[in-house]
């Protein structure tokens, strides 16, 4: 048995969200802790998972909300750092109509990029069922270091790694840059979560989700799922027990309306990294067992997006289990 059920390891910081206009016509943010892989060890907390964070914040007040709001929300934060020589890296969202947002970043470099591998957490590494990274730590150094450094005490000490390869195209350096690196981390990973458009990205525009599916599986992960916005999850399954077949499908979300799409697929993976470990091996698994799990990640998203930021709009269990409830009658 290990300790906790996730890890999560990358950037933390602060999402200013749109939050309106005041009298003069001026945009109103509102302050919500975000990044990607906080976002996703946040909601297997929130859901009654243990849950753990490695990252870095600069000494200033931003670094102590998002440690504040984590550990309110049971996330363990020992394993997070301070730097002095740069700020907590903040993320200005605007949203659209439909609530799908876009990013202006303030990380040049940012303090969550000046992780280093003696930074590491290495008992907290070697005892989680599962690693969760995202590519965003692999735009800089030491960060990027650091990040491989993980997964390598990780994976030695028989933990499983889940992989988000996340596209932000203002913090890379061009697109030439984030493809091969963004790929490196593939054939380490167990699971992978990447949406229709990182897909295309790292695989051709033309390239069907099956395919692209089926181009990661053979690098050597087990279970891979493409977030298709409104059209569902599809997905494409080895399960690692060697007696149950593979299995793939396409599996739709409820129709729900959307405030604020930050930290949907984040909190999807969350879900779904929560299902796997409850049980004893957490990639051996019926087509019927994963349908099931991927669900229930689904409901997870879909209640997120209905409230503004990503951690503050996280369903807790009980929310969950009413809403697959309602929607499966």
């Known amino acids: 048995m290990k300790k906790y ?4 390891l990358g ?8 939050a309106g206009k005041n009298t003069d016509g001026k945009n ?9 892989p906080a976002n996703c060890v946040s909601a297997v907390a929130k859901l009654g998972g243990k849950g753990a964070f490695i990252g870095m914040t600069g000494r200033d007040s931003f670094g102590e909300d998002v440690r504040n709001v984590l550990k309110a929300i049971n996330v363990d934060t020992s394993g997070m750092r301070y730097t002095d020589s740069q700020h907590t890296t903040l993320a200005f969202v605007s949203l659209n109509a439909k609530g799908e947002r876009s990013f202006s970043f303030c990380r040049n470099p940012g303090a969550d990029t000046q992780l280093t591998p003696s930074d590491l957490d290495i008992d907290m590494l070697q005892n989680t069922c599962f690693l969760h990274i995202g590519s965003l730590s692999l735009t800089d ?7 491989l450094a993980a997964i390598d005490i990780a994976k030695k000490a028989g933990s499983l790694i889940s992989y988000d390869p996340n596209y932000r195209a203002n913090l890379w350096h061009g697109r030439e840059d984030a493809i091969p690196l963004m790929k490196s981390l ?36 087990s279970l891979v799922l493409v977030t298709l916005g409104s059209k569902g999850v599809y997905y494409a399954a080895c399960p690692k027990d060697g007696k149950s077949p593979a299995c793939s499908g396409i ?19 969350g879900g779904l990294l929560y299902r796997l470990t409850r049980r004893e091996a957490p990639l051996s698994f019926t ?13 997870v998203a879909s209640l997120c997006v209905t409230k503004r ?21």
């Not at 302050?31 to 990607?36: D, K, L, S, V």
């Not at 150094?141 to 650091?146: I, R, T």
Request: proline share 6%; no cysteine.
């Open 186 to 221: 593939l054939p380490l990973a167990d699971s992978v979560k990447v949406s229709d458009e990182e897909l295309a990205l790292l695989f051709g525009k033309d390239i069907s989700y099956q395919d692209g599916v089926q181009e990661i599986l053979a690098l050597g992960p």
């Open 5 to 8: 059920d996730v890890v999560a």
């Open 309 to 329: 930021g990503a951690i503050p709009a996280l369903p807790t269990l009980e929310e969950t289990e009413a809403f697959v409830e309602k929607f499966s009658m």
């Open 11 to 18: 950037e933390i910081l602060i999402d200013f969200t749109f």
């Open 141 to 147: 150094e030491p960060a990027k270091s650091a990040t």
């Open 251 to 269: 599996l739709g979300v409820p129709d729900v309306k959307v405030v604020d799409t930050t930290g949907a697929g984040d909190s999807f993976n």
């Open 287 to 299: 087509k019927e067992q994963i349908e099931k799990d991927i669900s229930f990640a689904n409901a």
């Open 28 to 36: 109103i943010y509102e302050e919500n802790p975000g990044g990607a």
